[in-house]
């Protein structure tokens, strides 16, 4: 089985899609049916992971694999650092 996973700030989903020999990352992001569910992904360039690491679209899977369809930061990371900094706080503290 390999899991498909789309995640917003406060929800995600994940689905199984059945593995098949030679399945690629684009095809489990298809069959998953989450691109369907969330038009928001088509409207913009696809990134694909693969337990935290950007993969191609043809990246072959192997039986356990998780697909993640990543969506664009919101803010570069060493703005986000640097504005904590600023607010007096480190990165991971909330206040």
Avoid at 10 to 19: D, K, L
Avoid at 53 to 82: A, F, Q, T, Y
Wanted: proline share 5%; aromatic share 4%; charged share 30%.
């Amino acid at each position: 089985m390999i899991e498909v996973v789309y995640a917003l700030t406060h929800e995600q989903w994940i689905e199984s899609v059945p593995y098949a020999r030679g399945i690629t990352a684009i095809e489990a992001a298809e069959r998953s049916g989450l691109m369907d569910k969330h038009p928001e992904i088509r409207g913009r360039p696809l990134v694909l992971g693969l337990f935290g690491n950007e993969i191609e679209h043809h990246h072959v899977l192997r039986d356990g694999d998780r697909v993640e369809i990543c969506r664009p930061l919101s803010l570069d990371p060493r703005e986000m650092r640097r504005r904590a900094v600023a607010a007096g706080r480190s990165m991971g503290q909330k206040g």
